[in-house]
């Protein structure tokens, strides 16, 4: 069993930061790879990439958020971190972290998801 626990989600303006966390737990050997997947109000079966990284500290960005926001990890903690900076109305969306590990590279491990609302 492997957990994954996301959080740090909240209310900000435009223009503004949120720092969103990672955590999974359980029957971890080694995670491959680590990140955000969002899904915005209204769109309930599309879940679009944020961004990702590896073990090794590769990054993937979407483009949308390239520039803006900067993924983290501290390995031996299984934990990562979203630094969202430069927040817009359209970054609304429910933030979801996603685990991947060496071990089950086809399977996708979620949290429970954290909202963000940018808005005025």
């Known amino acids: 069993q492997v957990q994954v626990v996301d959080s740090g989600g909240g209310w900000v303006q435009p223009g503004g930061s949120l720092r969103l966390s990672c955590e999974a737990s359980?029957?971890?050997?080694?995670?491959?790879?680590m990140g955000w997947f969002r899904q915005a109000p209204g769109k309930q079966r599309e879940r679009e990439l944020v961004?990702?990284?590896?073990?090794?500290?590769?990054?993937n960005y979407a483009m949308a958020v390239k520039g803006r926001f900067t993924i983290s990890r501290v390995n031996d903690q299984n934990t990562a971190y979203l630094q969202m900076d430069s927040l817009r109305p359209e970054d609304t969306a429910v933030y979801y972290c996603?685990?991947?590990?060496?071990?089950?590279?086809?399977?996708?491990?979620w949290g429970q998801g954290t909202q963000v609302t940018v808005s005025s």
């Open positions: 996603n685990v991947v590990l060496f071990s089950s590279p086809d399977k996708n491990y």
């Open positions: 961004g990702t990284i590896t073990r090794g500290g590769v990054t």
């Open positions: 359980g029957s971890i050997y080694s995670i491959y790879s």
